[in-house]
């Protein structure tokens, strides 16, 4: 439900503890009391009752940014926040939609002013903007995901805000090769896959970076693997127009490499969580956080739910991963080359076959100790929406 009074600033949460203890205190007259270096000036309580609904109808004091707010996690996101009585400002390069308690700010977040108008007020930043992982634009990954998040750290730290939430990604540790059950400690891909993989290992690593405690900045990042879920704008869409160009008829190797795909409800538990959590006592702090289903799946048995869901063929015909990453490198080097003359994109980039052929599954055993988390919808669960979200992709439609 969206909060009452979504354009008042509204105190912290220590300002809220204070208020309440204030409250039972009987104390009469207005209460002035310091909030994040603001005079918040309380109600006139008379009675316990009075005092406890005057403190209900307040404004909310979760008061928070979403940057990629308008993109398919930061949506699911700010749709969450809402319904749990935060008050939200979106900031993103573009506006997809218009929400009751949502205040829109469109800008690029490489330009620290126009961050620091939607930053107002705000104690928690959730990061969760970044070029599409399809693209193969260097400078642009560099420029958004590595200068941009560092525009992001300097806004925060002038606009006071408390807490920062980064959207990493699990294919931080991913350099095309088996990872089974892994775990945060894993080194950072030595060799990243794509440039994608490449600014997302620097864009993690400057966000955990900045977390101090003495500063009063608190960040930590959440690495979520193979979102999907109903507005998704590249797993099934790619899928479907794959197999409707007839290319879905191959199963990349033999098959049985096990990867995580993460329901898009549990990848917005696992951010919520974290932001919850993260207190300058809380061991949180600075550390990443793999967020998954928990429940391992096939890739190709994966494909297959959500193609057959749809009323397509799912894949028969085995391929050799070796030979098919081969032709994929081979394509994508000469779209590279022929680019000034002809513009193509190969839909089989080296980055899909590798997560298409490997093994790359990890454990989220760490946020389940640190923040409690629990995968909140099953995968079976999670196809189901998925399949039913997505009539106009459906065969035939
Ligand atoms: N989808 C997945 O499977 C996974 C995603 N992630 C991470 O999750 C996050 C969200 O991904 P997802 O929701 O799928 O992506 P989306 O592309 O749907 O959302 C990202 C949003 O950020 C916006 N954006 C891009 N550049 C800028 C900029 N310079 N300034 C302001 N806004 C900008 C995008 O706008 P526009 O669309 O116009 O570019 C878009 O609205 C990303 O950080 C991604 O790396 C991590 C693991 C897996
Ligand atoms: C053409 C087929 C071989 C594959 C079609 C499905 C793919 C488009 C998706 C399967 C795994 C997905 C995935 C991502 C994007 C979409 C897939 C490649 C990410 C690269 C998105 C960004 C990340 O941080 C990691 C994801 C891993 C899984």
Redo the contacts with the bound molecule.
């Keep these: 439900m969206p909060p009452l009074h979504p354009n008042s600033s509204p105190p912290n949460e220590s300002a809220s503890r204070a208020q309440l203890i204030q409250g039972l205190l009987f104390v009469r007259g207005s209460i002035h009391t310091v909030a994040k270096q603001k005079t918040v000036c309380l109600p006139t309580p008379t009675t316990h009752l009075q005092f406890a609904m005057a403190t209900r109808i307040r404004p909310s004091s979760k008061r928070c940014a979403v ?9 699911h996101l700010v749709e969450k926040l809402l319904d749990k009585g935060y008050t939200v400002s979106v ?4 506006q ?1 939609y218009e929400l009751p308690g949502v205040t829109f700010h469109q ?4 330009d620290k002013q126009a961050l620091l108008t939607a930053l107002q007020d705000v104690s928690l930043v959730f ?7 399809a693209s193969d634009d260097k400078a642009l990954f560099q ?3 590595i200068q ?1 998040t560092q525009t992001v750290l300097q806004a925060c730290t002038e606009a006071g805000v408390q807490k920062v939430v ?6 931080v540790v991913f350099e095309g090769t088996d990872i089974k059950d892994g775990r945060e400690d894993l080194p950072y891909a030595k060799k990243p896959i794509d440039y ?1 993989t490449e600014t ?1 290992i620097e864009q993690e690593k400057l966000v955990l970076k900045a977390c101090d405690k003495e500063k009063g900045l608190l960040t930590v990042a959440i ?6 879920g109903p507005r ?4 099934v869409p790619i899928l479907v127009d794959t197999a409707r160009r007839g290319k879905m008829k191959f199963i990349i190797g033999d098959g049985s490499n096990l990867v995580d795909f ?1 329901f898009v409800d549990n ?1 917005v538990h696992g951010h919520i969580l974290a932001a919850e959590s993260l207190r300058p006592e809380s061991p949180i702090c600075g550390k990443a956080y793999h967020i998954t289903n928990d429940e391992p799946v096939r890739f190709w048995d994966f494909m297959a739910d959500i193609l057959v869901g749809l009323g397509y063929a799912a894949p028969r015909y085995h391929l050799p991963y070796t030979l098919v990453y081969g032709l994929a490198l081979l394509l994508w080097l000469l779209s590279l080359l022929l680019r000034p003359l002809v513009a193509f994109k190969p839909t089989f980039t080296p980055m899909r076959v590798a997560l298409a052929g490997t093994h790359h599954f990890y454990s989220c055993s760490r946020a389940k100790q640190d923040m409690g988390y629990k995968p909140v919808i099953s995968l079976k669960d999670g196809i189901r929406r998925t399949v039913e979200s997505y009539p106009h992709l459906r065969h035939g439609a």
Excluded at 67 to 75: A, K, Q, V
Excluded at 107 to 110: A, H, I, Q, V
Excluded at 166 to 171: G, I, Q, R, V
Excluded at 223 to 228: D, E, L, M, T, Y
């Design positions: 940057i990629g707010g308008s993109g398919f996690l930061g949506r900031f993103d390069i573009r997809s800008g690029d977040l490489c990061h969760c903007a970044s070029p599409a992982p420029r958004v995901n941009g980064l959207t990493s990604s699990a294919s994608y997302k690495r979520p693997h193979g979102i999907f998704d704008p590249q797993l993460t990848v």
